[in-house]
């Protein structure tokens, strides 16, 4: 039932600019999980990338497609500057790729250093509350452009390939961090989002092949860790929805007071049990 649990709040926290990594290590924390390393969020993770893909069906074929029309492209002479000039899915499918580079290379680097902080209830919760701030300076001050798949730049997709870097660190939201950069960067408001939420599916994938092994080596119950896989893409579907709603009537603010109380106690139980 735990396993549940904890699929239920990925799912919920993925896409809400919350930091679902930051939740997982408080709620093994609170719920006693002997569940270390990320191995298990990864594949928590996995179930959500699947509620993107459904949620965005429609734009990925369009994508996939126009990647692989590009590469033959290429492969007969003709220049990639060119083909994103064309086609607008084939350069959004490039700079996706670009966007990925950044976190890929110190996710992998810095793996084990992550692997300590997600059994530190506390930094996290420190980690929350610079969540909290950003949100709120963010939601604020970035009120996006006008920007799209069409008039997106290089430039764009490596600042927010960065900012999703930054959010490997349990408690810093990706979804957050990654929206507000578009945003920064005078992306549309819905483009933003919907460029964070793709954005996501590259970085999982390649996570959970790095985990694969790892995850088939635990001595746990399969049939549960399926059920809270699933339950984590059916909460982050919808979760999505709701966000993309709250982005476009600037209400992501109310996340900061989310993230401030739950931070403050989560710190004072931490140290009234002597961390």
Do not use: C
Request: glycine share 6%; net charge positive.
């Amino acid at each position: 039932m735990s396993l549940i649990w904890l699929g239920l709040i990925q799912g919920l926290t993925e896409f809400f600019p919350v930091s679902s990594s930051g939740h997982l290590v408080i709620l093994k924390y609170f719920l006693k999980l002997n569940l270390t390393g990320v191995a298990f969020e990864v594949f928590l993770h996995f179930g959500t990338m699947l509620a993107v893909i459904v949620l965005f069906r429609k734009e990925i074929k369009e994508l996939l497609i126009s990647f692989f029309n590009s590469i033959y492209k290429i492969l007969e002479g003709e220049n990639l500057s060119s083909i994103l000039k064309s086609n607008s899915y084939s350069k959004f499918a490039w700079f996706l790729i670009i966007s990925t580079i950044p976190a890929a290379i110190i996710g992998y680097t810095l793996n084990s250093y992550f692997e300590i902080l997600f059994n530190k209830p506390i930094i996290v919760s420190f980690m929350l509350i610079i969540t909290g701030a950003i949100l709120w300076i963010g939601n604020k001050n970035y009120t996006g452009g006008s920007k799209n798949i069409s008039k997106i730049t290089y430039q764009d997709a490596i600042f927010i390939g960065l900012a999703q870097a930054v959010a490997i660190i349990p408690g810093i939201s990706r979804s957050g961090l990654t929206v507000f950069a578009g945003l920064y960067r005078n992306l549309d408001r819905e483009f933003a989002a919907k460029y964070s939420f793709i954005l996501s599916i590259p970085i999982i994938l390649g996570a959970t092949i790095f985990k694969v092994r790892e995850l088939l080596s635990w001595n746990i119950n399969f049939y549960n860790l399926i059920l809270s896989g699933l339950v984590a893409s059916i909460s982050s579907y919808g979760a999505m929805k709701v966000f993309i709603r709250l982005l476009k009537n600037r209400k992501i603010y109310f996340f900061s007071y989310y993230l401030w109380i739950l931070s403050i106690f989560t710190i004072w139980i931490t140290l009234s049990k002597g961390y």
